[in-house]
């Protein structure tokens, strides 16, 4: 049986014809609307929520009390949770709100040698008494104007010996392009000023792109988004496990990539008034997955025991294999990586941070769903990753959000509690660094002790030397569980108080303590004093909004290691792939950091439970 399903979003109404019994996630999944799913579809999160009218099955009472923590009770339903069984109505909240995305990153001054070249020539004409073929000529005419030698050239492509008879006949000059001593395009006339290159660094959540003058060096635009493949969950693993299901599923979700990519360069396009025909060079970062994803290979066991990826090889490949709609005759690079779990971004932020060239031995942290760190110098480097699980990125934390508008970012535990949110917009909910804040702050407090335990009511009222009335009136139960109220009802927009619940503390000890044990091993294997680290550098988006003396309060950060020797260097991933399109010296650094760092795998090792059992508590 069919029944009609409209659905509102963004001011418009779209009606569709839907087979009685269908999933309603799986429905707006399939019509690409989004839909925030950080679990995936598994029915744990509660954030699928969205507003029907119309007959659907009376709600659970996991979907109720899912909808009750989130004080969305008033014709909210979990769109994971139902099905379509009469005529509905389905009213979108605006899932997309603007995301706070870090582009910016520090970028080591970099001679400007790209990898792809453009060079205008004038091939020579044959006559009776020079007789060499059109493809000898080409090469010629070029080598002697670049600085490729002759016998380490070469011009192969079947299709370009094809089209160059007519060119080099008709035209005055062409325009050849190169890279690696292989020709890969003849272009008539002078195109050597049209020649223009982007980097990006996919994230699990988020996407940024720069585009580059491959000329100049110059930066001509910024663009950021959200990752599409977030529909099928927030972390890597959920997205794996969809992507194993068939192969159609694989298809999709490189699909899905590819299609935001092409987006971007239409953004570009578009706003800077250039063709994609005149971009020849893309260079991606991104953590393992997201590479297998974009390159369409199989993630199955990098999620599996002993997490072995397809390739961790610096790929060059052609933008037609990839149907990435720039210039056929450019190149598209993916970034090396180390392993299953120390990805293309982590080598390319070790790039921007510079440390494989420091005499000081140096801290890298890129705080996200997994933690990945690496701690070392010019001679040697130590990496490992951590699965600090979503609490930073606020999908575990009941009242948890990204970094959108309306998130509660900074809060400042004073004489009375005052917080700031993202854009400066009423509270919607908690994001990673604003927990943190909560977490620091409440401990500061005595709300919650060294154990994790918010404490009751009666006992910070006789236990609290300084006992501010304002606390007092945040402490709650909530479900069962003492919770703290962040912002109060009237304050926020979704017309509920936004909490720090026990459950949450939980999380975030959880997270800390897998960062935290997580250093502490790497300091154990490479055999040194946490006082001989001399720099600390936290990359990502949450690295750059954290409060550190905050991070160091949770215990995130070992209390060892000095405030002043912590730098946030932004998404460092990002400024990583843009180093490697500027310079092809760079690429080659990626390719011998690749080589350098030496992966721990944490679940090999006895002592890392009770490092992280250790740091599960609060000093
Ligand atoms: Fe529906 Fe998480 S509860 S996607």
Redesign the pocket.
Known sequence: MIHSVKVHHQGKVYAYQVERGKNL?EFLRENLYD??????????????RIKVEGYVKEASEKEKK?LKAAGKTNGYR????NVVEDDIEIFLEDFNREASIVTEGVENKTELSPLIVKKNIKVKSPDLSYQKSDQERVIEAYTSASEIALSSCRLDSLELLRSIPELIRTEDSVTVIEHEGQITGVEKGNTENRIYGIAIDIGTTTIAAYLYDLKTGNRISVHSTLNPQRKYGADVLSRIEYTNNSEENQNEMHDLIIDCINKIIGTFERNNGISSEDIYLMVFAGNTTMMHFLMNLQAKYIAVSPFIPVTTKMQKIKPAELNININRSGLVIVFPCVSAYIGADTVAAILSSNMNNSDETCLLIDIGTNGEIVLGNKDWMYSCSTAAGPAFEGANIQYGVGGIKGAIDKINFAEKLEYHTIGSEKAIGICGSGIVDAIAGMLDKGIIDETGRIVDKSEYEQENHTLINDYMDRLVRLDGMNAFIIARKEDTAINNDILITQKDVRELQNAKAAIAAGIKILIKQAGINPSDIKKVYLAGGFGNYININSAFKIGLLPSELAFEKVVSIGNAAGAGAIQGLLSKHNLSEAELIKNKVKYIELSALADFVDEYVNCMFFE
């Open positions: 996630l839909v925030t799913t950080p679990c995936g579809g598994k029915g744990t999160c509660g954030k699928c899912l979990l769109a994971c949770y």
